[in-house]
């Protein structure tokens, strides 16, 4: 079965620097959602979109943005990166019309500034 | 706001022996899900079971199985005859229906031969 896509994999930055961060949901999948997990700490909700709209707002910088396309693929684009960015940024995505309510999760982008 | 507790950083099992992993939550809420989610060492998030609050029936899948006591907003998973596989940080995980996922702080398990 088809997974959630993420790319790249693993990205590495210098601080000031700009990063885009792609996920590409499951098909027919209409939410998305991402996730930010520094070193040794739990998940943290960043944003989601449902059809192509903002849904919910986390604990997103400023300097982070994200949109859903037509597709529904989703971007995280990052700039003025900090030190502080590093973490593993997960993407999962979700079905309103799912029989149980789960968001699969992809493998995740590891960032890296340096 | 939404909280999930996990009080216990670190836990270690026997080979073949049950371990049970502790969670707690707060919400106001009546209608909502929660997950137990494993992290091995490839940081992969594996969904491991899910409940629905408004059953009051204990999920279970395979050797897996939690103990949901809504009143007490406590959500515990069990693992039966543990596996060296099993090794993991497992998270507690909270969702309003249709919303983001609370996480709690995590669990690692450690399985001994």
């Known amino acids: 079965a088809a997974g959630v896509i993420q790319s790249p994999r693993h990205l590495i930055k210098e601080k000031r620097e700009t990063a885009t961060l792609k996920c590409y949901p499951i098909p027919r999948h209409d939410t998305v959602y991402w996730y930010q997990q520094g070193p040794g700490q739990d998940p943290q909700f960043l944003i989601s979109f449902y059809e192509k709209m903002q849904s919910d707002k986390g604990s997103i910088p400023d300097r982070f943005s994200a949109q859903q396309f037509s597709d529904y693929h989703s971007e995280l684009n990052m700039s003025s990166l900090e030190l502080g960015d590093s973490a593993l940024y997960f993407c999962?995505?979700?079905?309103?019309?799912?029989?149980?309510?789960?968001?699969?999760f992809g493998p995740g982008t590891r960032l890296t500034v340096l | 706001a939404q909280t999930v507790t996990q009080s216990q950083p670190e836990m270690s099992v026997q080979e073949a022996e049950t371990v049970t992993l502790s969670c707690t939550y707060d919400?106001?809420?009546?209608?909502?899900?929660l997950f137990w989610y494993k992290q091995p060492p490839s940081r992969q998030m594996i969904l491991v079971i899910r409940q629905e609050a408004y059953k009051q029936q204990n999920a279970t899948e395979n050797r897996f199985s939690v103990n949901f006591q809504k009143a007490a907003k406590s959500f515990s998973l069990k693992i039966s005859d543990s596996q060296l596989g099993d090794a993991a940080m497992y998270f507690c995980?909270?969702?309003?229906?249709?919303?983001?996922?609370?996480f709690g702080e995590g669990t690692q398990l450690t399985v001994n031969p």
């Open positions: 999962a995505s979700s079905s309103r019309d799912r029989l149980y309510n789960e968001q699969f």
């Open positions: 995980a909270y969702e309003p229906s249709g919303s983001r996922l609370t």
């Open positions: 919400t106001s809420e009546s209608d909502y899900y």
